[in-house]
């Protein structure tokens, strides 16, 4: 089984309707995070969470909330879905020491009409 | 703005030869970078590190230079396998990015047999 699980894995939605995609983790991992990847523009981040009671803007939140469930669950929303929010997002899972490395899920392609 | 950069969207090689995977960093404050592969309908997966005490760092195939001075690190990949084609992302962390990760707009590999 994937330690880092993504749901919806593809979703298409319309202008204005309410999304939320999940992810969960088995890592057993502190520190969650959303990307978004465009074309041309790479991974960039949305926002992340070291636990359970830490939410942290990234680079790119204008648009989206999340709420960290639990130290297993991490949602991303978008509240008023617009199309350029179309775009592949993917969740993250990091330990707190170690290398820093980030274990990403598959990804979820969210195309918005 | 950009902190992260990879000027190559693309590079093609021969297999057994060696593949150079280019990546250049404005903030002088990162102290660790990341590469990562990604695969098509995949989460990027980690690859390689390297501290910034560090110039040089090993594992198996794959080597990563850093050139503090210039801002700049390297992937090597020798020798090249068709396996290793794939889309490859550089990211940098630390210091004034404070927790955050910013990655490069990715290199897709292509070894070709």
């Known amino acids: 089984d994937a330690d880092v699980t993504q749901t919806p894995r593809n979703r298409i939605t319309k202008t204005g309707k309410r999304i939320m995609l999940e992810c969960s983790q088995t890592?057993?991992?502190?520190?969650m995070y959303w990307y978004r990847q465009d074309p041309g523009l790479g991974l960039r981040l949305i926002y992340y969470?070291?636990?359970?009671?830490?939410?942290n803007k990234g680079e790119i939140s204008d648009g989206y909330s999340v709420s960290r469930q639990a130290q297993a669950k991490f949602s991303l929303s978008l509240e008023s879905a617009i199309p350029n929010q179309t775009a592949l997002y993917f969740c993250?899972?990091?330990?707190?020491?170690?290398?820093?490395?980030?274990?990403f899920g598959p990804g979820t392609r969210l195309t918005v009409l | 703005d950009q902190q992260v950069k990879q000027n190559s969207p693309s590079l093609s090689v021969q297999e057994g030869r060696i593949s150079i995977l280019n990546c250049d960093y404005t903030?002088?404050?990162?102290?660790?970078f990341l590469w990562y592969k990604k695969y098509p309908a995949e989460g990027p997966t980690f690859l390689i590190s390297?501290?910034?005490?560090?110039d040089k760092n090993e594992d198996g195939r794959f080597t990563v230079f850093l050139n503090k001075s210039a801002k700049h690190l390297s992937l090597h990949i020798v020798p090249s396998q068709p396996g290793d084609s794939a889309v490859y992302f550089c990211?940098?962390?630390?210091?004034?990015?404070?927790?955050?990760?910013?990655f490069g707009t990715g290199t897709s590999l292509t070894v070709i047999p």
């Open positions: 993250a899972t990091s330990d707190i020491q170690g290398r820093r490395e980030q274990f």
């Open positions: 969470s070291f636990d359970v009671k830490d939410i």
């Open positions: 890592k057993g991992h502190d520190r």
């Open positions: 903030n002088s404050m990162f102290d660790y």
């Open positions: 390297i501290s910034s005490i560090k």
């Open positions: 990211a940098a962390s630390g210091g004034g990015a404070g927790n955050q990760f910013y």
